[in-house]
């Protein structure tokens, strides 16, 4: 089976940094992605990691540590419209289809 | 990108009825789509994969009876939630995988 873990909420400062964590264990792991959902909306993608290191995109990114089974996603100079949901996923081998964490509601504050 | 799309947006039906919702990729072609259903604050649950020309494969637990889904075309695929429960009320999303999986917009369905 599969185990996804994220922290289910976390409240960060408009303006500052903040480091969304997910933790995995998956047989035949083949790649992570992240996504932002706004309540009563579909997924947006925001990055995808297949090997370690760091991806950088804008304000938004990603890190993969494949021997740890551990990924975060790193937010800079917040928005208040980064209030969302944090959503983790992984792909398997020979599988397109995406297995979701439990997801990390994030709430910017002024 | 890509663009996925689904209808209805939004459907509220009596219990025991059946509602039918539509997925298209409509600027790319998908042998396969997947469909979620996201309880509120929750994350999205994979029900089944939806095989074009052929059976959908569904998810430990799910019911092949209740929630059928039939993927008729290279664009489209449908679900169907027969005899709807107030216990189906969710939300309801479909992707389709190109470079990335690409995500309909949702279908909000309410049983009353």
């Known amino acids: 089976g599969q185990n996804i873990d994220q922290p289910t909420e976390m409240t960060a400062t408009e303006g500052a940094i903040v480091q969304i964590n997910c933790t995995y264990q998956?047989?035949?792991?083949?790649?992570l992605f992240w996504y932002q959902q706004h309540a009563g909306e579909a997924p947006t993608f925001l990055s995808y990691n297949v090997l370690d290191g760091l991806e950088e995109k804008g304000r938004f990114s990603s890190f993969l540590s494949r021997s740890k089974g551990y990924s975060y996603l790193l937010l800079k100079e917040l928005q208040m419209k980064d209030s969302a949901s944090y959503l983790c996923?992984?792909?398997?081998?020979?599988?397109?289809?995406?297995?979701f964490g439990t997801g990390t509601r994030l709430t910017i504050i002024p | 990108g890509a663009v996925v799309s689904q209808h209805p947006s939004r459907v509220i039906c009596k219990s025991g009825t059946s509602v039918k919702i539509e997925c298209r990729s409509l600027?790319?072609?998908?042998?396969?789509m997947f469909w979620y259903r996201q309880f509120p604050k929750q994350s999205l649950m994979l029900m089944a994969t939806?095989?074009?020309?052929?059976?959908?494969?569904?998810e430990q637990g799910v019911e092949k009876d209740k929630f059928l889904i039939n993927h008729a075309s290279l664009t489209l695929s449908t679900l169907t939630v027969t005899s709807a429960h107030p216990e189906d009320s969710s939300f309801y999303i479909c992707s389709a995988p190109m470079d990335t999986q690409y995500f309909g917009p949702g279908t909000r369905l309410t049983v009353l």
């Open positions: 939806s095989n074009e020309g052929s059976k959908a494969t569904y």
């Open positions: 996923a992984v792909t398997r081998f020979g599988n397109e289809k995406l297995t």
């Open positions: 998956t047989s035949g792991f083949n790649g």
């Open positions: 600027d790319f072609q998908a042998t396969t």
